[in-house]
């Protein structure tokens, strides 16, 4: 009897908790030219959608980091843009994706002027044991320590039909992989990409 207790006792926290997150979960869509000025979280519970041709402008030395999922919807005649804001600097802190919150997406998005911040190890976008899907985007003039465009470190990544172009890193010029997953299941899935122009200063100018 006290291990049924027990049981009811722990079910029902994890419904507490389950109900609390439900209730304060948000979909936050961006649309049009949209300033980010500061560094801009995607919570756990929360998606970030981003419509087609919208254009998307970091402030320097800022970061969007996703917990919650994202889905950035270009589409082949109207693509979505990740740039700088500012046109002298050319430079943001790029996007880190530790996501457990579903598949996030990227379709027909260009990715520029990422700068990963010296000594954090990572690339224009570092994916950490998450769930995504890349296809149709470009990753243009952007600079990491490991992988310029991208790193992976595990989970379940597809990248298809994208370019690679002009990025530099340490290692990895615009792809670098490192299987540290806590995850038996890691797939990673690189198919019909093209690499053009990519340099790793120490090791793989593509890969």
């Known amino acids: 009897m006290k291990i049924k207790g027990v049981f009811l006792k722990k079910y029902f926290i994890f419904s507490l908790i389950f109900f609390v997150s439900a209730l304060f979960s948000s979909t936050i869509t961006w649309k049009g ?4 000025s500061s560094d801009f979280t995607v919570a756990p519970a929360d998606i970030l959608i981003i419509e087609p041709g919208t254009n998307v402008r970091f402030s320097p030395g800022v970061r969007l980091t996703v917990t919650g999922k994202i889905n950035s919807n270009g589409t082949e005649n109207d693509h979505v843009v990740f740039t700088a804001s500012d046109p002298t600097i050319h430079s943001w802190s790029g996007i880190i994706i530790n996501s457990v919150a579903g598949e996030n997406t990227f379709t027909f998005t260009d990715f520029s002027y990422m700068t990963a911040p010296n000594g954090s190890g990572n690339a224009g976008m570092t994916v950490l044991n998450s769930v995504v899907s890349i296809s149709g985007c470009r990753f243009s003039d952007n600079y990491g320590e490991s992988g310029g465009a991208l790193k992976i470190t595990g989970g379940n990544v597809t990248v298809s039909g994208t370019a690679f172009y002009n990025n530099s890193a340490v ?10 997953s806590i995850s038996e299941s890691s797939l990673i899935n690189i198919t019909s990409c093209k690499f053009s122009k990519n340099d790793g200063y120490s090791a793989g100018g593509a890969i």
């Not at 030219?33 to 980010?36: D, E, G, L």
């Not at 290692?171 to 540290?180: F, Q, S």
């Open 171 to 180: 290692a990895g010029g615009a792809v670098y992989i490192m299987n540290n």
């Open 33 to 36: 030219t949209k300033i980010i």
